[in-house]
């Protein structure tokens, strides 16, 4: 599986002694939970009824691949001209001047999102889950040579609150 980091790159943030193979583990772990959570990188579809003159996008778009409205078993191909996305990237509205001018989303509507990329937050995330991963250790305390260790808090807390990342509006998530 390709992942948005290689095994080489996370050893240049990562201090451990895993081998390889351990190691791409994690960071498959990390980036399907990213992709779960986040969404994939690439084009994706969203069904929404219609109705109203606005729909808000589940994630922020860098642009709409088509649009179709579904009226009675008969889908309709949009044009660029029948609606505008927002400059906030999440809010489509129907033109009342376009080809196929409407004030409201008509049917059903099936729209292709290409979403903004946040690469740049994605590999942060995944690199922090595989830190979090690494130093996790399922015993809470122990002592070696007179030295007392603590473990992490909830590992799995504290995962939630790394993926948290991902939705306070950095990739335009809910």
């Excluded at 049917?107 to 590999?123: D, Q």
């Excluded at 002592?143 to 939630?160: F, I």
């Amino acid at each position: 599986m390709a992942t948005i980091l290689s095994v080489a790159e996370v050893r240049d943030h990562v201090e451990t002694d895993l081998i390889d193979d351990a190691l791409t583990r994690l960071i498959e772990d990390a980036d399907e939970e990213i992709i779960a959570r986040g969404g994939a990188a690439a084009s994706y579809p969203y069904d929404t009824p219609g109705g109203g003159a606005r729909i808000v996008l589940p994630r922020k778009a860098s642009a709409i691949v088509s649009i179709s409205e579904r009226i009675l078993n008969t889908d309709y191909a949009l044009a660029a001209a029948d609606y505008s996305l927002f400059s906030d990237g999440r809010t489509l509205e129907r033109r009342v001047d376009g080809t196929y001018p409407s004030s409201f989303w008509r049917g059903h509507v099936s729209i292709v999102i290409t979403p903004v990329l946040e690469t740049a937050l994605r590999k942060r995330i995944l690199i922090d889950l595989v830190k979090l991963a690494v130093a996790y250790s399922a015993i809470s305390s122990k002592s070696v040579d007179g030295v007392s260790l603590t473990a992490l808090p909830d590992y799995q807390v504290e995962r939630n609150r790394i993926l948290g990342g991902l939705s306070r509006g950095r990739l335009g998530l809910a």
